[in-house]
């Protein structure tokens, strides 16, 4: 799991804490190599079209009040037979 925090609208804006890039993605960046490079690419276009990403069975709301949110997502490493992931991202709703 990672936080990523979020601007939510038609065109989001994704930026991941320094706290998951040391953590959690270097960690599958060691392990995954440049396949990760190509899974994160993906999981943030995603995150920039999260209103649509939740429309999916692959996102969820997990809780949350009017300026945040806490989102579910599966996703899976750009491996063959990897198995499938779980992040949980932060939304910070702004200008609402």
Same mark, same amino acid.
Request: aromatic share 6%; with cysteine.
């Given at each position: 799991?990672r936080?990523t925090? =979020?601007?939510?609208?038609?065109?989001? #804006?994704v %930026?991941?804490?320094t706290?998951a890039?040391?953590?959690? @993605?270097?960690g599958? &960046?060691?392990?995954?190599k440049k396949?990760?490079? @190509?899974t994160l690419? +993906?999981?943030?276009s995603?995150?920039e079209?999260?209103? %649509?990403?939740?429309? #999916?069975s &692959? +996102? +969820?709301?997990?809780?949350?009040?009017d300026d945040v949110? !806490?989102v579910k997502?599966?996703?899976r490493?750009?491996?063959?037979?990897?198995?499938? &992931?779980?992040?949980v991202? +932060?939304v !910070? =709703?702004?200008?609402i």
């Amino acid at each position: 799991m990672r936080c990523t925090s =979020l601007i939510m609208s038609s065109n989001n #804006t994704v %930026t991941i804490e320094t706290f998951a890039q040391s953590h959690f @993605i270097a960690g599958f &960046r060691k392990r995954y190599k440049k396949h990760w490079c @190509i899974t994160l690419d +993906a999981i943030e276009s995603s995150l920039e079209r999260l209103e %649509t990403l939740l429309l #999916t069975s &692959r +996102a +969820a709301v997990v809780c949350g009040d009017d300026d945040v949110k !806490l989102v579910k997502i599966e996703f899976r490493v750009v491996v063959p037979k990897t198995l499938p &992931r779980r992040l949980v991202i +932060a939304v !910070l =709703l702004l200008g609402i």
